[in-house]
């Protein structure tokens, strides 16, 4: 179950709660002349409320059970205030069945289950929302807290987390800075759980500083390659291929996605001509 869905049930839950709680208040706290429709509402709302969460739990501990790494403080509570509202639901319940006259007595427990739900639904699909609305990626290059940054550390994280899907020496190839924090979002965002984005920030930092462009001022008369491929490629990879313009084009384009400045947009076609000319014949 993605987050956006898991989301969306767990405000229907929390809706489907809030009218159990009013209606249930309502009968308790005010003399109603027809407290059938009352009862039917609160019934009805209640069962949804139960049967959500049952399938909202479910997907919950399959999600847990991919966590192979200690859950962060925000989830582990999230998985605490879950597990309570078991037990406090089933109690609820088996009081209404096998204690019938102690039933008018569960209104406190509604409410201090009512109460659970929100903060359980708050610290998880809240933060997704307002991560949603931010419409911001997982990390960013400049937010890095640099204080908090190693490059040892983020050197080990790269070997460990990106090894598994990876052949590292394919991978390595120098981008910028932007670049590299464009690629491992992605990477996050794919590879979710396996990568936090607090691991994602060393492995950022770490790349941007050990595998960047190898900027330096051009020579006199240098190539369009030499001024905008090299800093990244050796030139026996660059000549060694073969391509029509169609294909340089879209090779060199793409390369511009990865640095803007590297590969200014108006000396695309200046590369691919040069490339023409001086690829393998």
């Keep these: 179950m993605s987050p956006l869905i898991s989301t969306i049930l767990s405000i229907i839950f929390l809706v489907a709660g809030g009218i159990a709680v009013y209606t249930l208040s309502a009968l308790q706290g005010r003399k109603i002349e027809n407290p059938k429709p009352y009862m039917r509402i609160h019934g009805i709302a209640g069962w949804v409320f139960a049967a959500l969460f049952a399938v909202i739990f479910v997907f919950m501990l399959v999600r847990i059970k991919g966590y192979w790494e200690e859950s962060s403080p ?6 605490a205030l879950a597990t309570a509202l078991v037990a406090m639901i089933a109690l609820k319940v088996s009081i209404k069945r096998a204690f019938p006259q102690l039933g008018r007595h569960t209104f406190i427990l509604g409410i201090l289950i ?4 929100f903060a ?3 610290i998880t699909a809240g933060y997704y ?3 949603r609305y931010e419409e911001r990626p997982a990390l960013t290059q400049d937010k890095l807290q640099t ?7 983020g050197k080990e994280l790269f070997i460990q987390r990106c090894s598994t899907c990876h052949l590292l020496k394919d991978i390595m190839a120098p981008r910028s800075a932007e670049a590299w ?3 491992v979002n992605e990477m996050i965002e794919i590879a979710e759980p396996r990568i936090k984005p607090a691991e994602g920030e060393q492995i950022i930092n770490y790349l941007s500083k050990t595998h960047g462009p190898a900027l330096s001022e051009p020579a006199a008369g240098a190539s369009p390659v030499e001024i905008h491929c090299l800093p990244c490629h050796k030139a026996a990879e660059v000549y060694a291929q073969e391509h029509g313009r169609a294909g340089w084009t879209e090779i060199v384009k793409q390369m511009r996605l990865y640095d803007a400045e590297l590969i200014p947009e108006d000396k695309v076609d200046e590369i691919v001509n040069y490339l023409l000319e001086n690829q393998r014949k």
């Design 74 to 79: 925000r989830i582990s509570i999230h998985v």
């Design 147 to 153: 204080h908090m940054l190693e490059e040892n550390m």
């Design 129 to 131: 929302l307002i991560w």
């Design 114 to 117: 009512y109460a659970i739900s």
């Design 120 to 122: 359980m639904v708050g």
């Design 181 to 183: 924090a464009k690629v």
